[in-house]
């Protein structure tokens, strides 16, 4: 018959073999959790990257701010002179349409002179 020491010892032995394997388990999950949690830094790390290089991608496609109203000035400026254009083409043209009205007014007025007979 065992011995109240080798039942202690059986139930310690039970005991510590039982916690022994729940520390193993826990020590499995926070090396898992670990891995990944290095994948996700791994990740964050590359976002970083492009992150920082976004910016400089924008000042190189950019231009200058004095270039940019100096642009705008120059723009503006032929942008009038078009506007000009425009409206002297415009003119023209309505003088174009009117044309054969302003032709019968002249012969409705050169008919009156002959018929008076001022113009002979």
């Known amino acids: ?7 202690l010892l059986i139930v310690i032995s039970l005991a510590g ?4 394997g729940l520390v193993l388990f826990n020590l499995q999950a926070i090396n898992s959790r670990q891995i990944k949690l290095e994948g996700r830094q791994d990740q964050l790390e590359k976002d970083m990257k492009l992150l920082a290089a976004k910016p400089a991608e924008c000042v ?18 032929e942008l009038k002179e078009i506007t000009i254009m425009l409206a002297r ?4 043209l309505n ?12 012969a409705r007025e050169v008919v009156k002179q002959v018929q008076s007979g001022g113009l002979i």
């Open 1 to 7: 018959m065992p011995t109240i020491v080798q039942i």
């Open 17 to 20: 073999s039982i916690i022994s």
């Open 60 to 77: 190189r496609d950019f231009t200058s701010k004095e270039d940019w109203v100096r642009s705008e000035g120059y723009t503006r400026k």
């Open 89 to 92: 083409m415009e003119g023209k």
């Open 95 to 106: 003088v174009t349409e009117k044309l054969p009205e302003i032709a019968g007014q002249i």
